[in-house]
């Protein structure tokens, strides 16, 4: 057994959260101990998009783009609403009031962010509701973190420098001029890059890469393959963790930043009824931290919701599902039920959906479709098809159908062909008119963010008439669950009487997010993560 070893802060977790939790108390001047339980560092973070929703953030103010606080606070207040303790006021007004707090620190440290201008807030027609609210950061070279790379869950994510502005025209690259000229300028970046020696990479990889950059420059310890097995509580405060065997006291508390149960079937199966194999989140996402907080008296909150989106399932135990976003809200497709009838607006946000169909399937078991005309192959570039032989594996599975016409399609899918065809019929007259008259597509801003300009009269409408047809099956997947520990306005764990855990801090996915049921913007997973263990590490460097 290892001698203990004694640091101010201990963190669990190296993602989003965790990162900034150790960097401000760092900052601050203590000594900071970071443990992941798995053999590679970046968790979710790494793979995702990278995107952070910070409304009123500097680079807003900077840009004169106008927002204010209370402009952000009454948006959180009519999207998320009182979803208990973790969605309080003084939660929302934390959340709010230590964003710029947080960016400041982290470019003092060296991370370059940029604004994400164009991309709307997911109900921007709502009172407060903004465009331009996400930030993240630029591409990055994985060069200057050295051999670390090598243990990075950044592999697993989009390996290019692209930044998430560059997608709503991406899909539209070989179809319209903007997303030529963004192709074009994306191409240049990767030649840039080989010609300065660098290997740059973007998202959610270039997030967790510059949080380790800053990390490192501080010389914050971090330890792969240690996951937290116990809590050490003395006299009702949490003073400490056990891990592989040694005991790591911590001076001033403990910080819970990992990700959520993602990946722990039985779990999910309790809370959700899901299994999980259709989750995004990282692997080693399977919920310690959770029990082991509850264990010892921490109230736990929203573990029946996850960061839903309609998502292509699995094709073999393997393999991964692949989450939609673009591809649904551009031209010549729709999403049907079990029976070929539509039941929710295609291009509304992935959090919105993913609820719809779990609500649905109570009254119309059975599977998804999305199904497409050749235009959209033809036209707009598909994430879930770049791989022929994954589209191959997706048929064979039974996942994906091909036929040359509706009736042969429905009957592959079980449907009623004049069902699916009055579905399709009634659409493509809404395409004609370019007015949904069942959900609304392309009412919103954010319906028209992923669509097609050069459509008429509507971006996000398109006729579903030219054949061959495909069907891709969806479920409610997710990006990771957002349920677990409840905690204050400080980050503290809070029991079931409101009391506080002392010692014990959480943030991330392993705690019950400040989001509720929603999902208000672009990046509000990683954006309350952030800003969440920000909090965590600045009150435990208080003294508090």
Request: glycine share 12%.
């Amino acid at each position: 057994m290892s001698a203990d070893s004694t640091y101010d802060v201990v963190v669990a977790g190296s993602g989003g959260a965790a990162f900034s939790a150790a960097i401000a108390a760092k900052d601050a001047g203590l000594t900071v101990l970071m443990l992941e339980s798995t053999d590679r560092w970046g968790g979710s973070t790494s793979m995702s998009g990278g995107g952070l929703w910070l409304p009123n953030n500097p680079l807003m103010q900077r840009d004169g783009a106008g927002d204010s606080r209370e402009e952000a606070l009454d948006y959180l207040e009519r999207t998320v609403g009182d979803e208990g303790a973790a969605t309080s006021r003084a939660r929302k007004e934390a959340f709010v009031d230590n964003i710029a707090p947080l960016v400041e620190l982290l470019e003092r440290h060296g991370v370059r962010f940029a604004r994400g201008a164009d991309y709307p807030d997911y109900y921007p027609e709502l009172p407060g509701g903004k465009i331009g609210r996400p930030v993240e950061v630029v591409p990055f070279d994985r060069k200057r973190i050295g051999d670390w790379w090598d243990s990075s869950r950044g592999q697993d994510g989009v390996p290019a420098p692209a930044m998430t502005d560059d997608f709503w025209l991406l899909q539209r690259a070989w179809s319209s001029p903007g997303g030529m000229m963004r192709g074009a300028q994306v191409m240049g970046r990767v030649a840039a890059m080989l010609a300065r020696g660098q290997r740059l990479v973007g998202m959610g990889a270039a997030l967790a890469c510059a949080l380790l950059d800053v990390a490192q420059n501080l010389n914050i310890e971090l330890r792969l393959s240690s996951p937290v097995d116990e809590l050490v509580v003395s006299d009702g405060r949490v003073t400490g963790v056990v891990t592989k065997g040694q005991t790591i006291h911590a001076t001033r508390g403990v910080v819970l930043a990992s990700g959520g149960f993602d990946h722990n079937e039985q779990m999910r199966e309790r809370y959700q009824e899901v299994d999980g194999s259709a989750s995004q989140g990282s692997r080693g996402n399977l919920g310690g931290p959770i029990t082991l907080a509850e264990s010892i008296g921490a109230a736990l909150a929203l573990m029946d919701d996850a960061w839903w989106g309609g998502s292509i399932p699995p094709y073999s135990p393997d393999s991964t599902p692949a989450f939609l976003v673009s591809e649904r809200s551009v031209p010549h497709c729709i999403i049907v039920d079990a029976a070929g009838d539509r039941f929710a607006n295609e291009s509304e946000s992935y959090v919105d959906l993913g609820h719809h169909m779990r609500e649905h399937a109570a009254s119309v078991p059975g599977r998804y479709w999305m199904i497409s005309d050749l235009r959209h192959a033809l036209k707009y570039m598909r994430s879930y098809a770049l791989d022929p032989r994954v589209t191959k594996a997706r048929t064979e599975a039974g996942i994906r159908h091909v036929a040359p016409n509706l009736d042969a399609l429905a009957a592959k899918l079980g449907m009623e062909p004049t069902r699916l065809r009055a579905t399709i019929d009634r659409f493509n007259g809404f395409a004609r008119t370019g007015i949904d008259q069942d959900f609304g597509r392309g009412n919103s801003a954010y319906d028209r963010y992923y669509s097609d300009p050069l459509c008429r009269p509507n971006p996000t409408l398109g006729t579903i008439e030219k054949g061959p047809f495909t069907a891709i099956e969806l479920v409610p997947g997710d990006l990771g669950t957002k349920g677990g520990v409840v905690t204050d306005e400080h980050a503290r764990a809070l029991r079931e009487d409101g009391s506080v855990i002392d010692g014990l801090y959480a943030a991330g996915n392993c705690s019950a997010s400040v989001m509720g049921r929603t999902y208000p913007g672009p990046g509000s997973t990683l954006g309350p993560a952030c800003v969440f263990g920000f909090i965590a590490g600045r009150h435990l460097a208080e003294g508090n």
